[in-house]
């Protein structure tokens, strides 16, 4: 019997529990019950560890010194490693959590929300060795400085490399979120998240959740938090200091603001990018500076954001809007030299509601692709244009490129990065009924997604 | 009848000589015979010219004192404004220049081809206006700085906004550079183009004509020539300083370094992108300093260049590489939390050769893609990984996801930016018959492309 590479001892477990790789199965330890289907071990893993994903789409490592008995529930079917997400679970599920270190003294309490990626990583993550970083024992032995910050009620919500991380998953981090907030019990809520697309869920958290009454703060890791060079506990640190310490609320993303240690950048959630594949400092705020400079104890605001829409940490949920759903069916674009204009045409076929483009320079598009605009227009298709260049506003009445997309019907999204217009256009037809509202809600700042003029041009 | 906004006068002569908007025409002049397709006027335009569009895919500006008799060849067509490139036209096709200040004393002499865009534009586009900004009396007298540097000699190549160019456009481009190389009449070769999609076209050149024996300089303008705040003369000024001076030959883009008019950048071809929808230093080096920095008549050479793939200036043709060939079908795919991948499958059907993903981070994409991808790569279609972070390399060794695409047949593609690993695999596609030949050029540092690790991580 193949058994996934596991041990000895744990094959030996298996053939005597006549249990085998993709079943489902129970599994009794000495104080807890877990049910899952069995996965093969990967590389990396723990030689003393079984892997069991759970319902709830994460898996977790149990030591086989805890295992009483494993009881085979379902056989294996050829489709055990799809799992769809299940929104109940946020109501009934109980998370693994050595509450021993949570609301002592006079510190602030802090939820820590994990979601998955290198900051959750000691191991290989199909070993289910995420979960172990994030208890609040673990926590506190390997970042012992966050004790004296707050109090950490550590929970699982996915454990999930962020280029997994899809709509469904926005809406499901939103809603523990907003329960979290609407539980009282914390002056902050830290999401830990993969880097990869850190900012486009921080995007989502600031649409689907607005005006929080306090802070929600994503952070992630460039190098897991095993590695010497791990950015994981600063910025975890800056990230807490943040979010207990801010005057305001929102969204905000916190991680290394430079390649030295000292300080973290809090980054407003919809004007943040990822701009550098492995270094520490890797993103960036665009078009603007960091909201926010975390140094040891103390949070610097920067001046240029006088104008900006937040509203002050409060103890009321009477402003706060909870919209989490998110349309899927938007397409984001790029374009380029020798561009597939039918492209288009196959976004109209597919069913899409609205395509994003990222056009070039101030947001142009090579006039062979009008008539398939025309065409997707016509066929009732919303069409957004951004820039690929990234910093800097689109303008689509300087040149005539830019006037006749206009006329095509082509609505322009200023400084609003591609990333947050795909993830504001998802939000946006998940919410609203009439095309007019889209249109209207995607031109109109909710949470800063547009700025004002504010760098030297 | 409509006369597309021109003048009573010119409408006096439309009527005269039996003419009318879209129709084919021959128009005489005092000294020349001009062919091509009587265009609508259009906003901003001069009142005395009329617009023509040339065989050639240009337009030009016919001064209505100049023209002796306009005579109709063929009625208007209702595909009248769709127009192929002629690619014999370089060898046949006579320039408007007017040479007097060509090759005068001991300056060097420089070839100046124009493509098109912002610096090249007065007035708006489709009134010809372009053409006259390109006459050499018309760069000295707005340019006077350029008599004392370079003996310059302007020709036309297209008249495109560079969102219009198209892959087979950079062949024409690098067809004219390599004659123009092959006359020996040059010290170096500037090519003015629109800033839009600029460094995609000397990511083109750079792999099309290796080993130049001289400079061969992009240059565009943020803002038109007549402008009060063009950033035009100070870039030409820099390329025409860096191409008549610089002791190494190859493909540069010459642009503002900083917002202050006083410091120009020469970028190596590809490694440069356009940064910013607006600002004058929109353009800026990947993972690499500028190559070097022009400060009025001094050159700095940027001291990490060192390992770099470069050649000296020669007077010999002996290394010069011209392979102009570019294939069309290459998709470049930007991954997205939502990212259909049905749109994979489009591509296998749609007959591409070739994918360029952006994923996210490292090189990532949803495990969801991974059966596309599979049956993509099983099509024969190529797949190859850059990330959208821009900053940074490819590392598809480090998290199972990346594994798992290498496993699939994924190639990596380093720090090579997603739009130059764009324009290469065109070329390879363009240039090489077997897979396998175009895999190992894909992966080859040709044009330096892929650069050591230099900034500090």
């Known amino acids: 019997m193949y058994t996934g590479g596991y041990h000895k001892k744990l094959e030996e477990l298996f053939k005597r529990s006549n249990v085998k790789l993709g079943d489902s199965v129970i599994i009794q330890t000495s104080n807890e019950t877990h049910t899952g289907i069995l996965l093969p071990r990967y590389e990396y893993a723990d030689d003393n560890h079984l892997v069991l994903k759970l319902k709830n789409g994460y898996n977790i490592g149990i030591n086989l010194r805890k295992i009483k008995s494993i009881k085979k529930i379902v056989e294996k079917a050829g489709t055990s490693d799809k799992h769809s997400i299940d929104y109940n679970y946020v109501d009934n599920f109980s998370f693994e959590s050595t509450d021993q270190n949570f609301s002592k003294g006079d510190l602030p309490n802090l939820s820590l929300l994990s979601t998955g990626g290198t900051i959750s990583s000691k191991i290989d993550y199909r070993t289910g060795g995420v979960m172990a970083a994030l208890t609040a024992k673990e ?19 996915l454990t999930e490399y962020s280029e997994n991380i899809k709509p469904e998953h926005w809406s499901l981090i939103a809603k523990k979120v907003a329960n979290n907030i609407l539980s009282s019990k914390y002056e902050g809520i830290i999401v830990s998240h993969g880097t990869d697309t850190m900012h ?11 005006n929080p009454p306090i802070p929600v703060v994503l952070v992630g890791a460039q190098r897991s938090s095993d590695r010497p060079s791990s950015d994981a506990s600063l910025n975890l640190i800056g990230a807490c200091t943040f979010a ?7 969204v905000f993303v916190a991680m290394h603001y430079s390649i030295s240690d000292d300080v973290i950048a809090c980054h407003i959630g919809t004007r943040v990018r990822k701009n550098h594949t492995s270094r520490r400092d890797a993103f960036h705020s665009i078009d603007v500076s960091p909201f926010s400079l975390v140094k040891k104890d ?38 380029y030299p020798g561009f597939d204009c039918r492209m288009i045409d196959y976004c ?12 070039t320079g101030l947001g142009h598009i090579n006039k062979g692709c009008f008539s398939h605009i025309k065409s997707a227009i016509d066929n009732g298709i919303l069409i957004f244009m951004t820039s690929q260049c990234i910093w800097g506003r689109t303008a689509l009445t300087v040149y005539d490129t830019g006037r006749d997309l206009l006329n095509l019907g082509v609505i322009p999204l200023s400084n609003m990065t591609s990333e947050t217009a795909l993830v504001k256009a998802m939000w946006c037809l998940g919410n ?7 249109v209207k809600m995607m031109t109109t700042n909710i949470a800063n997604e547009f700025t004002k003029r504010i760098t030297v041009d």
């Open 139 to 157: 926590l506190n032995d390997s970042i012992p400085e966050l004790v004296k910050i707050a109090n950490i009620d550590p929970e699982v919500v």
């Open 200 to 210: 486009y869920t921080s995007a989502a958290l600031s649409f689907a959740l607005q």
């Open 244 to 250: 207990t310490k801010s005057k305001v609320s929102g």
């Open 298 to 335: 103390q949070i610097e605001i920067s001046n240029q954001y006088t104008d900006l829409i937040f509203q002050q940490r409060s103890k009321s949920f009477e402003r706060m809007i909870v919209r989490p759903n998110f349309e899927n069916k938007v397409s984001l674009l790029k374009f």
């Open 348 to 359: 109209v076929k597919s069913g899409q509601k609205a395509i994003i483009f990222e056009g």
């Open 432 to 438: 609203l009924k009439e095309v007019k509202d889209v």
